[in-house]
Each structure stands twice: as C-alpha cells, then as structure tokens.
C-alpha cells in the first residue's frame, strides 16, 4: 500500500469514524484505487450513502415504532416469498433491503430481510414470525434468535402456522412438478442466502474464516465437497495431518463406516476440523461419502470403455505449490492460502477463561463476550438495512459476521468454565448438583465428574452394588421448566449409558452404581 493510498485513507477513516465502525470504512476503501481522484470520490460519495440515516436510526433504536404501528402479518408470506426467490436475492449488496420510514410496514419488511442476511440458516418465514412475535423489533428478535442458538436449537415456525405456508415443492400439480428438477439442479447459482449458509456451516466446522472460504466456494462450482477436497489435498501436501496414535486409531474406525472416501483423508480430517463443535469431523466425514458414493453411482451410469495406443506415466517433477507471505490469495485457483491452514497445526488462540478463579468472574467474562457478539450482529443487521442494492456493502456485512463469529467460541468456553466452578462449589465425594447450568455443560460435566469419581473408588472389583453408595447427580425436577419437565435430565442420563455407565434414574436425580457388565 503506497503513502499515498494510506494519507487519504487516513481522511476517509477521520471524517467518519464518528458514524461507521472504522474496520467497515478501511473494508470498502479497499475496493477502490483511492490515489485516483474519481475513485476516491466514488469511495466517499459510497460512505456518504451508509452514514446519512445513522442519526435517524439511531434515535429511533431501529425499532419501527418510531415511524408509527401497522399490522405486519400481512407481508409475512410476501417477505418469505421474496427472500427465497434466486433472482431477487442474487447477493448480500444486490438485495432490496430498504429503510425508508415512510411506513412501518416497509421498514419490517426490510427488517425481516436484513435478519435474513445475518442468520442465512434459517427460514426467512420462521425469521418473519420471530419478528412479528418481537413487535416488529429488530433488537428483541436478534437476542431471541440467539437464545436458540446457544441451546443448540434452530428457531422453526410453530407447527400450527407452518400449516399455512405451502412450500412451492408441494404443490400437487403435475404441471407444477415438471420444473421440480429445474429447481433443485445443482448446475444453477445459488441464492446468497444459500451460498453463504453452505459457507457459514463449511467455516464452523472447519473453524477457519469465512472470507477464505467464499473465494474458494466459488472457485469450487459452489460445492461445499469439492471445497472440502480441494482444502483437504493442501493440507495433506503441507503435511498437516493427525499423527498422534489416539486420533489414528480414530481414523481406522472412521475408515470402516465410510468406505467411499480415500483412506488419506480420514488424518487430514481429524486434524483441520474443528475443535469447538464435537461431531464436526463425523459431519465432514458424511458430506465427503456422501460426495463420492454419488459419483461412484454416476461413473457406473456413464461407464464407457476408453481404447488408447500409447502408455500413459506420471510426472516426472511434482508440481510445486508456492505459499503466499501476505495476503489472502490462494496457493493456486480453488485452493487455499497456507496462511490460514498453518493455524491448524496448533489450537486456536482465544481468551484464557481458565484463569478465571470465581463464578461471578467467568460469568461477567461470558456476558461480556455474548454481548460484543449480539453487537456484531446488531451491526451487521443496521449496515443490510440500509445497504440500498449497493453490491460494495456485502464485505462489510461479512466483516461484522466474521467477528460475531470470532467471539461464539471463547464466550462458550467462558460459560463452561462459570458451570465447572459453579459444580465445584456444591460437590460432595458422592454427589453433584447441575442446577443453573446449560445441558450440554450438564452433559459434559456429568461424565467428567463421573469418570474422576470412578478413578477415586478403591473398592476392588470398582462396582457398587447399593445404589446409595453410588454417585448421585441432582438434575432437578423441572418444576420451573416450561412443560414443567427438567430439560437436562433425559440428555444427561442418556450421555452417561452412551459413556457406559448403568445408571438408576430416581426423582430429580440419577445416581451411577457402576460399569455396565
């Protein structure tokens, strides 16, 4: 970057850091040649367009109460109908997001689709109902969104008003079904929504960042396996692959139920998928047997004999691959950079949690962290709602979505470690208490804290047969719980048979006596 591009940077950033976050300012700078006078016009005149509303929607808390109340359940289906039609919704920047505050019912409607933009996974519908449930609040429905998020869940339309809603797909008219295929052709570009989810989804599993992957979706034919692959062949030739004898073991195991994949990949894979989500490796694993047991299916269709007249050998040279030093390019087209790959190689950085000595601490930690992510999505939310169709904008909702995800993972470990010291404080030699922890933290808990108390047993035969000398986890009666049922207590105990454990299940609590024989 010349002195020069930097000093009327330095302008652009100064004049309106007051009114952009300053990372979404130097995003769409980038995109022009700022030393040529034209382009540093059209690059200010680009700003000049985001900020003029901020005051307004600032003010108003982008809550269309602000320009008066209008029923909105009227354009429900309408705002779903367009959300999931291709050529309405080519990209992020083309889309007809909208804030003029000429009626509340045109501010939600953009509401509904600038939501849609920052939870690609869900149904625009399901999006526009949560709105509607909000009172037409953007900020409410973000949080409740989130809210399911973090219980693993996905927010759905309630079965009753999903009755209403008649998917296009099911529709009985033959003549209808005709163009079935049409629509779901692979060969067809994806909508943004769905090209962004596959990438989302493809980003957390790989944990790697999702602006490395959008290039190389694309250079991929928009295949969320063959992006897959072409990340797995650079990573086997860089050599970042498991090699401890644990996950090696894995790899044989793997390699028995997915009998399409090549046995190469099953290290490589164990090694780049990521360690926040625990079955990310298993949901790689489907999607790659998925990919070949098809194409092996197509090659059987399509087999034909080839007759050649001469032999056919191999490289002498293997061909070289050159790491990138700076940037974000990739390695050769539809691979990617060595820069993000080498982070593999060793554990993610993140906030150390574990320092972390008292509950009120940890919790303060995780709240804080929730809270600069709910900001993130605010933020990516506020810029699609006023993006007006400008196709420079979609980065900077990329930015803000990227950093809301960089946050999901140490507010996570922060929640996990305010559970383990909150555990800790009421735990016996026999008993543990999982009230006002999350289930998957009472899962995990559960068949830690009864492994360590297996370890300690030193009975002979390590088998209790009183259950009342056994370990006893309280998991409460549900009585506060909405249906009036404890939502950890199936999970728990059924993670603890799936450890192996025989557990008894009593009223309010499940004590372990022991192995299963």
């Not at 509340?104 to 509401?111: A, R, V």
């Not at 962290?369 to 990516?380: G, P, S, T, Y």
Request: some cysteine; aromatic content about 6%; proline content about 5%.
């Amino acid at each position: 970057m010349s002195e020069s591009h930097k000093r009327k940077l330095s302008l652009l950033v100064d004049e309106f850091r007051s009114l952009i976050d300053e990372a979404l300012i130097v995003s769409i700078a980038n995109d022009f040649n700022l030393q040529k006078p034209k382009q540093f016009q059209k690059a200010k005149h680009t700003l000049l367009e985001i900020s003029q509303n901020v005051d307004l929607e600032e003010a108003s808390g982008f809550s269309p109460d602000a320009f008066g109340s209008a029923n909105f359940l009227d354009n429900v289906d309408t705002a779903s109908q367009t959300m999931s039609h291709p050529s309405r919704y080519k990209s992020l920047g083309e889309s007809t997001l909208t804030s003029s505050p000429s009626t509340s019912s045109d501010s939600e409607f953009g509401d509904a689709q600038a939501l849609a933009s920052v939870f690609p996974s869900i149904d625009p519908k399901a999006i526009s109902h949560m709105l509607v449930k909000c009172g037409g609040n953007p900020d409410q429905a973000i949080d409740e969104l989130i809210r399911y998020e973090e219980r693993g869940e996905k927010y759905t339309l309630p079965r009753a008003i999903d009755d209403f809603f008649q998917p296009e797909d099911d529709d009985i008219s033959p003549r209808r079904n005709k163009n079935k295929k049409k629509k779901t052709d692979p060969s067809l570009p994806k909508s943004e929504a769905e090209r962004l989810d596959d990438i989302m989804h493809l980003s957390s599993l790989l944990d790697c960042p999702i602006e490395e992957l959008d290039q190389l979706y694309n250079d991929n034919q928009q295949s969320q396996a063959l992006t897959l692959i072409s990340i797995l062949e650079t990573s086997k030739e860089l050599g970042i692959e498991a090699k401890d004898p644990a996950r090696l073991e894995m790899a044989k195991a793997f390699e028995q139920e997915h009998k399409h994949i090549p046995p190469d990949y099953f290290p490589v894979v164990l090694q780049v998928c990521s360690p926040h989500i625990s079955d990310s490796s298993k949901q790689l694993l489907t999607l790659l047997n998925k990919h070949y047991q098809k194409s092996k299916a197509q090659k059987h269709k399509h087999k034909q004999k080839l007759s050649i007249s001469y032999n056919l050998a191999p490289k002498e040279t293997p061909e070289i691959i050159e790491q990138p030093t700076n940037s974000l390019l990739h390695t050769k087209r539809g691979a990617p950079s060595a820069r993000f790959l080498s982070t593999w190689n060793e554990p993610t950085a993140s906030i150390n949690s574990c320092a972390v000595t008292t509950y009120q601490e940890a919790k303060k930690m995780s709240n804080e962290l929730h809270e600069k992510r709910i900001q993130a999505l605010r933020d990516a939310f506020k810029l699609a709602r006023r993006s007006k169709g400008q196709p420079l904008l979609r980065s900077g909702i990329v930015v803000y979505l990227e950093r809301a995800k960089s946050y999901e993972a140490p507010a996570s470990a922060a929640m996990s470690r305010a559970a383990d010291l909150l555990v800790s404080k009421g735990r016996t030699q026999y008993k543990i208490d999982l009230h006002g922890v999350t289930v998957d933290n009472a899962v995990r808990i559960a068949v830690e804290e009864t492994r360590k108390w297996w370890q300690q047993e030193q009975t002979h035969t390590r088998i209790t047969r009183d259950p009342s000398q056994g370990f006893t986890i309280v998991t409460g009666k549900g009585l506060h719980s909405v249906g009036g049922q404890s939502r950890i207590r199936g999970p728990v105990i059924a993670a603890l048979q799936a450890d192996g454990w025989t557990v008894t299940p009593e009223a309010g609590m499940c004590t372990v006596i022991g192995r299963k024989r």
